[in-house]
């Protein structure tokens, strides 16, 4: 007995020495058709993935060559996730299946378990050669995809942990053994939302060379047309009214959240960049390592092309977070607050009593048209149970539609994502099925639901000043005021109406504002405190979860965007750090801020636009599945 346990051990390591392995991440396949690569959640596990996002509707194949070195029986696994098994146990809608060579596996992928894991998808004999894989949606309902894997070898050990995974892909190719060099610059910006787009144009058009990193394939973050959340806020401001007019070369013209692609005018986004000479925009890269030398600076930081996985490091004296999460800060080091402080912290009366991990949450926006004819929609029920009461009886959803504020927006971002979009299935769901009076609903079909979501707070990167309510409230003074921020404190809390059916799990938001005088921001809140070569701007900066509500609209942090690049250039002339610009070349800064960068454009962007407030019928058609 115990040769032949030894016995068949050793056919088994040899099995495995032998086998012939291939293993093919999801988001490099040739053709996506109308899957979407979906790059939020990298820093959770590791890899973007494909999503098949089709609004209840399948979405065409997506497919690439895979090729075959040794002919033999291959066996075929998928990492994926059956997403609404965090709220029910039910089998679940993100059915699709795989298939090479047109031939289709046996197995259903992602319907069945509760996290992300590798799971059979059958076995087929397979010659020598080039070979066609294709991945088949079944249900149109955000089926997901992280990579597969083919082997010769029966029952494989996969990895799933992000370090184990991360050495599975290097040793297979998928990812390279170490970075390429992608330059020097002056000045490297991560993250292309209207924060990273200023500052980098107002670093360059001061002669700074800038590499402008975007870890999608659209620029303007929020107010991109994956997003399409509006301009909220207001420019042109004093003490320094010419902060903003750099907004107005590529601003939209129209208003207003969940509207139809076109009004976020992405084209003129890339237009703007495009024509400026200084700046390298490195569009689908997403940062995932950063060097920290001994003295607090960063010297290089490594990004990652989302869909081959090819990784460049980028060097540069000096670096600016825009990536409204931290990233870039975070993984440097860099001090952080993520929550509420609590009300005696900083004497905010704003504040709650006691501080806790609260933050405003996030939002999947999403619309349906009108057509000619009944538009069926499926039965979709998973743990969310709607009734004519609870139900939302409307047509469309906007920023309101909020949610995980009760959750970590980094660590359950996912979770938070996928809430929105069961939520906007679910009431759909039952609008068209089920609710008594339900006709205005009947030839309605949904025109469009985001899977990017739109987030408003996560981590603030700490600077030498923490702007707070009492700085806003008295009108504080500070010499090194810059860009002026004019929104109340808008600080979003659970609905009560939606916490009545919904406790705990809420996903509509309710605001109660406190009106401010337009306030002077300090430029110390633009530059960590510890991280010594670091700016940053956007919802990221140096404030409190209350001050937060007044800073973090659109075209205030367009603003901040500029100034940075103003000090930017200010630390390349005198070759200091952020810090000194403060201590030592305030009025350069000042005289900078006093003529701006922006070229003079005339459009009637100068209006006091808020959050929301923009509630009516979308016309159009239903647009296609690779939106």
């Known amino acids: 007995m115990k040769r032949f346990f030894l016995w068949t051990s050793f056919l088994f390591v040899l099995s495995s020495l032998y086998a012939s392995s291939i293993l093919i991440e999801a988001e490099s396949f040739q053709e996506t058709g109308g899957w979407q690569v979906d790059q939020q959640f990298m820093d959770l596990m590791g890899s973007p993935y494909l999503i098949a996002h089709g609004m209840g509707i399948p979405v065409a194949n997506a497919s690439t060559v895979v090729k075959i070195r040794r002919k033999g029986r291959y066996h ?6 059956n997403w609404t098994s965090v709220w029910s146990s039910k089998e679940g809608p993100g059915a699709f299946l795989i298939s090479l060579n047109g031939e289709e596996l046996s197995n259903t992928l992602g319907t069945k378990g509760s996290s992300w894991e590798w799971q059979y998808a059958g076995s087929i004999d397979l010659g020598k050669g080039d070979a066609k894989l294709v991945l088949k949606d079944l249900s149109g309902f955000d089926g997901r995809c992280d990579a597969i894997y083919m082997t010769t070898q029966q029952s494989p050990n996969l990895p799933n942990s992000v370090e184990e995974l991360d050495k599975f892909r290097r040793t297979h190719g998928a990812l390279p053994s170490s970075p390429a060099d992608g330059g020097h610059y002056d000045l490297v910006v991560v993250g292309a939302g209207i924060g990273g787009m200023c500052a980098a144009i107002s670093a360059a058009r001061l002669g700074l060379s800038v590499a402008l990193v975007h870890d999608r394939p659209i620029l303007g973050g929020n107010n991109s047309s994956e997003v399409r959340v509006h301009l909220g806020g207001k420019i042109e401001m004093e003490p320094y009214p010419a902060l903003g007019r750099l907004l107005r070369e590529f601003g939209h013209s129209k208003i207003g959240n969940a509207q139809p692609a076109e009004n976020y005018e992405d084209e ?12 390298k925009l490195l569009r689908n890269y997403r940062a995932v390592k950063s060097q920290v030398n001994a003295d607090g600076t960063i010297a290089s930081v490594v990004i990652r092309q989302i869909r081959t996985g090819e990784e460049l490091r980028l060097s540069a004296p000096l670096f600016c977070d825009c990536t409204g999460d931290g990233n870039l800060g975070f993984m440097s080091g860099a001090d952080w607050r993520m929550g509420r402080e609590g009300r005696n912290e900083f004497g905010e009366t704003l504040a709650p009593t006691r501080a806790d991990s609260m933050t405003m949450g996030s939002s999947v926006q999403w619309y349906s048209i009108e057509t000619d004819s009944k538009q069926n929609f499926p039965e979709f029920e998973y743990g969310l149970r709607f009734t004519d009461e609870s139900c939302q009886k409307v047509t469309m959803g906007e920023w309101t539609w909020e949610t995980g504020m009760n959750y970590n927006q980094i660590t359950d971002f996912e979770r938070i994502r996928d809430y929105g979009m069961l939520v906007i299935y679910s009431n759909w769901s039952y609008l068209k099925n089920h609710l008594a009076d339900n006709e205005k609903y009947q030839n309605r079909q949904l025109g469009w639901v985001a899977y990017v979501a739109g987030k408003r707070e996560s981590r603030r990167l700490m600077g030498d000043y923490i702007l707070k309510q009492d700085d806003v409230d008295s009108h504080v003074f500070h010499e090194d005021a810059s860009f002026t921020t004019n929104w109340h404190f808008d600080l979003h809390f659970p609905d009560p109406e939606n916490t009545q059916y919904f406790p705990g799990n809420e996903f509509k938001a309710a605001t109660k504002t406190n009106l401010i005088y337009p306030y002077a921001v300090p430029y110390r809140c633009l530059y960590s405190r510890n991280v010594n070569n670091l ?15 007044s800073t973090r609209l659109m075209r205030t942090i367009a603003m901040m965007g500029e100034v940075v690049g103003m000090a930017a ?11 000194q610009v403060y201590q030592n070349y305030l009025p350069e800064l000042k005289e900078l801020m ?20 923009y509630l009516k019928e979308i016309p159009g058609k239903r647009e296609p599945n690779n939106q």
């Open 76 to 81: 075929v696994f998928a990492r994926t996730f």
């Open 268 to 279: 003129k986004k890339d237009s703007v960049i495009a024509a400026e000479p200084n700046i």
């Open 535 to 549: 700016f940053m701007a956007g919802r990221c900066i140096s404030v409190t979860h209350v001050t937060l509500g």
């Open 569 to 579: 250039s200010i630390c390349k002339a005198h070759q200091v750090q952020p810090r």
């Open 594 to 613: 006093k003529k701006g960068v922006g070229h003079s454009v005339n459009l009637p962007d100068n209006q006091h636009f808020n959050e929301g407030g």
